[in-house]
C-alpha cells in the first residue's frame, strides 16, 4: 500500500469508533468511502455517504455509485466502510447474516479486507427510539485481495476505471442532488 500503513490504520479508527457508536445507539453505519489525496499534507481529505436506497438492485446502485465520486477526486487511494449484515440484508433482505464492521483499505491496484465480527447484544431503545445496540467483539482478521461483496467490487471499478473521466464540479453536484452526502475536512 503506498500510504503510510500506520496512518490508514488511524484512519480506520476513527471511523469504525464512530461506526461503534452509532451502534450504541442502534443504528448501523451507512457505507461510506473516504477519501486519501497522497500529495496533500493531510491526505484524509473527506467522506461520502450513500444515498438513500431501496432494497435491491437500487441499493447495489447506490453503494457502487460512491466509486464515481472517488473517481471524480482523483483520489489516490480509499477506505471503504460497511456492517456485513445491513449490506447483505439491504441486497438480499432479512436472514441471517452475520454483523461484522468492516473495511477495505484499497489502491489502485489491491486492496486489503479487514472485518471486525461481533455479536449484538440488545438493550434498551435509545435516544433515537431504537434498541440500543453493546457489541461482544470477536477476532479480527485481515484478508488482502479478498472477494468483495458485489457493490463494494463495482465501487472500487468505477473509481479505478473513471479516474480523470468524471467532471468533479459536476458529479458531487449530482450525487449531491440525488442524496449522497459530503463531509470535508479543513486543517489548519
Given at each position: 500500500?503506498?500510504?503510510?500503513?500506520?496512518?490508514?490504520?488511524?484512519?480506520?479508527?476513527?471511523?469504525?469508533?464512530?461506526?461503534?457508536?452509532?451502534?450504541?445507539?442502534?443504528?448501523?453505519?451507512?457505507?461510506?468511502?473516504?477519501?486519501?489525496?497522497?500529495?496533500?499534507?493531510?491526505?484524509?481529505?473527506?467522506?461520502?455517504?450513500?444515498?438513500?436506497?431501496?432494497?435491491?438492485?437500487?441499493?447495489?446502485?447506490?453503494?457502487?455509485?460512491?466509486?464515481?465520486?472517488?473517481?471524480?477526486?482523483?483520489?489516490?487511494q480509499?477506505?471503504?466502510?460497511?456492517?456485513?449484515?445491513?449490506?447483505?440484508?439491504?441486497?438480499?433482505?432479512?436472514?441471517?447474516h452475520?454483523?461484522?464492521?468492516?473495511?477495505?483499505?484499497?489502491?489502485?491496484?489491491?486492496?486489503?479486507?479487514?472485518?471486525?465480527?461481533?455479536?449484538?447484544?440488545?438493550?434498551?431503545?435509545?435516544?433515537?427510539?431504537?434498541?440500543?445496540?453493546?457489541?461482544q467483539?470477536?477476532?479480527?482478521?485481515?484478508?488482502?485481495?479478498?472477494?468483495?461483496?458485489?457493490?463494494?467490487?463495482?465501487?472500487?471499478?468505477?473509481?479505478?476505471?473513471?479516474?480523470?473521466?468524471?467532471?468533479?464540479?459536476?458529479?458531487?453536484?449530482?450525487m449531491?442532488?440525488?442524496?449522497?452526502?459530503?463531509?470535508?475536512?479543513?486543517?489548519?
Open positions: 500500500m503506498p500510504m503510510d500503513r500506520g496512518y490508514i490504520e488511524n484512519i480506520e479508527d476513527r471511523i469504525v469508533e464512530r461506526a461503534i457508536d452509532g451502534l450504541l445507539d442502534g443504528m448501523a453505519p451507512r457505507p461510506q468511502v473516504h477519501f486519501i489525496l497522497e500529495d496533500q499534507s493531510e491526505p484524509h481529505v473527506g467522506y461520502a455517504l450513500t444515498r438513500p436506497y431501496y432494497r435491491g438492485t437500487d441499493a447495489h446502485t447506490a453503494i457502487a455509485g460512491l466509486g464515481r465520486a472517488a473517481a471524480a477526486l482523483c483520489v489516490t480509499i477506505v471503504v466502510l460497511w456492517e456485513e449484515c445491513d449490506l447483505r440484508a439491504s441486497l438480499v433482505g432479512p436472514g441471517d452475520p454483523d461484522s464492521l468492516v473495511t477495505v483499505e484499497a489502491t489502485f491496484d489491491v486492496h486489503l479486507l479487514t472485518s471486525r465480527p461481533y455479536r449484538s447484544v440488545f438493550g434498551p431503545p435509545g435516544r433515537l427510539g431504537v434498541p440500543t445496540v453493546s457489541p467483539w470477536g477476532r479480527a482478521s485481515q484478508h488482502p485481495d479478498a472477494r468483495l461483496p458485489g457493490p463494494i467490487a463495482d465501487l472500487l471499478t468505477t473509481w479505478r476505471t473513471q479516474l480523470t473521466l468524471l467532471d468533479p464540479g459536476e458529479e458531487l453536484r449530482s449531491q442532488a440525488s442524496g449522497y452526502e459530503f463531509r470535508w475536512f479543513v486543517y489548519e
